[in-house]
């Protein structure tokens, strides 16, 4: 106390530092007073006073009564999962109340739709399995129709004429419909080949359409012997080009089925690495070439060399007799073209080295080029069907599909059929079924906890789940951590430490400021202690509003 006193009659600097609430900073005070603990008596006593507030403009203290703290920055995590389980019960009744009540009245939101009818016709599933059939159908008839037409020049029977013409108006009304529902905007589509092709189509069998009508003309009228400058002949000939362009629908067959469209697809893609694996053969085979080429005719050539016999000549002529045709040789040979005992005679009579030279060839190109060059066909083809966009866009749609409808499945065993949503009371209510215990296991979930477990579908806090938020929280959660998965967690590791590193720095600056004016509320009590006679026996006014602070203390005190 004496320490106190002391300090006291120095005097102490207050000043008011910015803080959420009205606190005190107070400068220069005594170090033995941040030393006491906080289980100290007299701090003790202080946690029950009224808060002290100073003023800027004076130095006077007045008490008011501290309220009960609520935090409002920060809330448990409890308090979330509270809030997060009264949402999801406010769901389960709003969703409850929607099931019973009474709708009156039809809805007109089909009418507002923005979509054409057009674009509905043509981009409903009927449509293209209507027209690919149509296309089979076609392919059918052009092979019926080629048969028909060998071995003469004569117009087509009248209903060859009338079937062709049955497909023509067909393939010209889904163009139409097509660009009737995107416009010119069908040429800038993903399947802007295929439009092309069937414009390319559309435009040939008009045309054998007009060429019919013009030979028809023709045969009517057999004295005019030419119909605006085209001859008989010039129109067969014209006819038989027009069925030729023909065989190009069978590709329309390959718009309407995945795996004809992969098969496509991939061999396209090769065509690169088929170039380089041809130059590459080309060397090979030309390099080998020049050498038994070299060596067969100088063995003819040299009178010094012995005979050949007829049959070997006549081989030795017929395979090697020059450049080109020993290189056609060599790449018979490897593609089972020619026997090798017809390649062998020749060579076998001119020596045994060439013999095992070709067998050298033979086997290198047999067994290491073409192996490699099938390795690289092959990595070409899985890597393109891989990264096709419309097959993977195909294999996408079709997991959904099926996943989306086990999951309308499981919802209508789960009585959410109606509605279209489940609330977890429906969810832990049949957490424990078989069949939905089945429908998690074959994604490979162990569901343990179904409101852990439901909070992770539940990502908008809605307090209900979707059949689309239910479909993309099972698939998210199924299956090993991913990279992007630890990625994402780490990203939110750091954005946490960085927000607790300022909520310590935050909190750490206020408990300094709350120590400070404690410190200030003390000093003050003591100095209120240390001279009570003098402020009693003073009749100046400060030293009565200090005498009516120190009764309101006492009493505050004798109430405590």
Not at 113 to 125: A, N, R
Not at 461 to 489: H, M, P, S
């Amino acid at each position: 106390m004496e320490r106190l006193s002391n300090n006291s009659n120095e005097g102490a600097v207050c000043a008011v530092l910015p803080m959420p609430t009205k606190v005190t900073d107070i400068d220069n005070l005594p170090e033995v007073l941040h030393e006491e603990t906080i289980g100290s008596p007299t701090e003790r006593v202080m946690r029950k006073r009224p808060s002290v507030q100073f003023s800027e403009r004076s130095s006077r203290h007045s008490f008011t009564p501290r309220n009960s703290f609520t935090p409002k920055l920060f809330s448990t995590f409890s308090q979330a999962d509270l809030k997060l389980r009264e949402s999801a019960e406010t769901a389960d009744g709003a969703n409850s109340r929607k099931r019973f009540a009474t709708f009156k009245g039809n809805s007109l939101d089909h009418m507002r739709d923005p979509t054409s009818c057009f674009q509905k016709l043509v981009g409903h599933p009927f449509f293209d399995w209507f027209f690919a059939v149509v296309v089979l159908l076609n392919a059918i008839f052009i092979g019926v129709d080629v048969q028909l037409s060998i071995g003469t020049i004569d117009l087509r029977p009248m209903h060859i004429q009338v079937m062709q013409y049955c497909f023509t108006s067909l393939f010209t009304i889904e163009l139409a419909l097509r660009f009737a529902a995107n416009g010119l905007g069908l040429l800038c589509l993903d399947d802007w080949m295929w439009s092309l092709l069937d414009v390319f189509i559309v435009a040939t069998s008009l045309w054998e359409v007009v060429v019919d009508i013009v030979t028809a003309v023709e045969a009517v009228d057999s004295n005019i012997d030419k119909i605006a400058g085209i001859s008989s002949l010039k129109v067969f000939r014209i006819i038989r080009i027009t069925r030729i362009v023909k065989t190009i629908q069978l590709m329309r067959v390959f718009r309407f089925v995945m795996a004809f469209r992969t098969l496509i697809s991939s061999i396209f893609h090769t065509l690169k690495a088929l170039f380089w694996a041809l130059i590459l053969l080309l060397l090979i085979v030309y390099v080998f070439a020049v050498l038994f080429t070299q060596a067969v005719n100088t063995h003819v050539s040299d009178p010094e060399a012995p005979r050949l016999s007829q049959t070997n000549l006549e081989n030795s002529a017929r395979y090697f007799g020059s450049l080109p045709e020993t290189m056609l040789t060599l790449f018979m040979a490897i593609s089972n073209g020619v026997s090798w005992e017809e390649i062998l005679c020749p060579l076998r009579a001119i020596s045994g080295a060439w013999v095992l030279l070709f067998l050298f060839y033979v086997a290198f190109t047999y067994f290491a080029v073409l192996n490699v060059v099938t390795g690289v066909f092959c990595q070409s083809a899985i890597d393109s069907a891989q990264n096709d966009h419309a097959t993977l866009v195909q294999s996408m749609l079709a997991n959904k599909e099926a996943h989306l409808h086990e999951i309308r499945a499981l919802f209508s065993k789960l009585g959410a059929a109606d509605s279209g949503v489940i609330t977890y009371a429906m969810f832990e209510e049949k957490i424990d079924s078989p069949a939905v215990r089945e429908y998690f296991e074959t994604l490979g979930l162990d569901v343990w906890d179904a409101w852990s477990f439901f909070k992770l579908l539940d990502l908008d806090g809605g307090g209900a789940v979707e059949i689309e938020e239910f479909f993309k929280g099972c698939l998210r959660l199924r299956g090993q951590a991913r990279a992007v998965d630890i990625g994402k967690i780490m990203h939110d590791q750091t954005w946490l430490i960085k927000s607790q590193g300022r909520f310590h720095t935050y909190m750490e600056t206020e408990l300094k400021n709350l120590h400070r004016e404690i410190a200030a509320v003390r000093l003050g009590a003591c100095q209120d202690e240390q001279s009570p006679r003098t402020l009693l026996s003073s009749k100046s006014p400060q030293h009565k509003k200090l005498r009516s602070r120190q009764g309101s203390l006492s009493e505050l005190r004798e109430k405590e």
